[in-house]
Every structure is written in structure tokens, then in C-alpha cells.
């Protein structure tokens, strides 16, 4: 398994933008899929943007063309850059990784999870 810290959470006005990172722990990282994940308060998880471990990338349709994951197998870390942020953006993000090679959107499919970094976008 792959251990997750995420960080750079924090409340922004609508239209602005935020970076989280996520370190890895773990000589698998590079053979992982990395996802971000989201969830508000009295909703499901879901899914946010994931990257293959040779950078091939996939979005909800919510934040297509917002959002940007990116990864540094160098360094075990990936990134989620947030532009254009929306008050419905609102929610604790969550860094996620999985050992299976065919694209998932479905939490369940993510065997390791951080603790989370909270984004609060303001109206």
C-alpha cells in the first residue's frame, strides 16, 4: 500500500484558485493511478480527476477544463491546480491511489486514501 498525506487546503473566494499537493510514501507510487477525490457535507465521495502512471489524465465533467492533475514520479507526489473555483467546489478533497491499470471512477476501486485537506470556495 501507498501512504497519502494531502495538503494545500484552504478557503478562497469564487473565481479563485488553490494547489493540493499529496506526498506518497511507498516504492509503488510510480506504478500507481493517482485520483483526487471529493466530499460535501451530507454527500457521497466522488470522483474529482485521476492520472495513470505515465500521465494519461481523466476528469468529472464538473471541473473539465478547471482542473489539472499532475504527477512527479521523481518525488512520489501529485497535484490538483483548481482555477476558476465555484462555491460548489466546496468540499474536504481527498488524494487516492490504486494498484488496478484500467481507468476507475468508482472510490471503491482505490485501495489507499489520505485524511483529506479541506476547500472552502466563498460566494
Known amino acids: 500500500q501507498v501512504q497519502l498525506v494531502e495538503s494545500g487546503g484552504g478557503l478562497v473566494q469564487a473565481g479563485g484558485s488553490l494547489r493540493l499537493s499529496c506526498a506518497a510514501s511507498?516504492?509503488?507510487?510510480?506504478?500507481?493511478?493517482m485520483g483526487w477525490f471529493r466530499q460535501a457535507p451530507g454527500k457521497e465521495r466522488e470522483f474529482v480527476a485521476a492520472?495513470?502512471?505515465?500521465?494519461?489524465?481523466y476528469y468529472a465533467d464538473s471541473v473539465k477544463g478547471r482542473f489539472t492533475i499532475s504527477r512527479d514520479n521523481a518525488k512520489n507526489t501529485v497535484a490538483l491546480q483548481m482555477n476558476s473555483l465555484k462555491p460548489e467546489d466546496t468540499a474536504l478533497y481527498y488524494c487516492?491511489?490504486?494498484?488496478?491499470?484500467?481507468?476507475?471512477?468508482?472510490?471503491?476501486?482505490?485501495?489507499?486514501w489520505g485524511q483529506g485537506t479541506q476547500v472552502t470556495v466563498s460566494s
Open positions: 487516492a491511489a490504486t494498484s488496478k491499470a484500467a481507468p476507475s471512477r468508482r472510490p471503491t476501486d482505490f485501495g489507499s
Open positions: 511507498g516504492r509503488t507510487f510510480s506504478s500507481n493511478r
Open positions: 492520472i495513470s502512471w505515465n500521465s494519461v489524465t
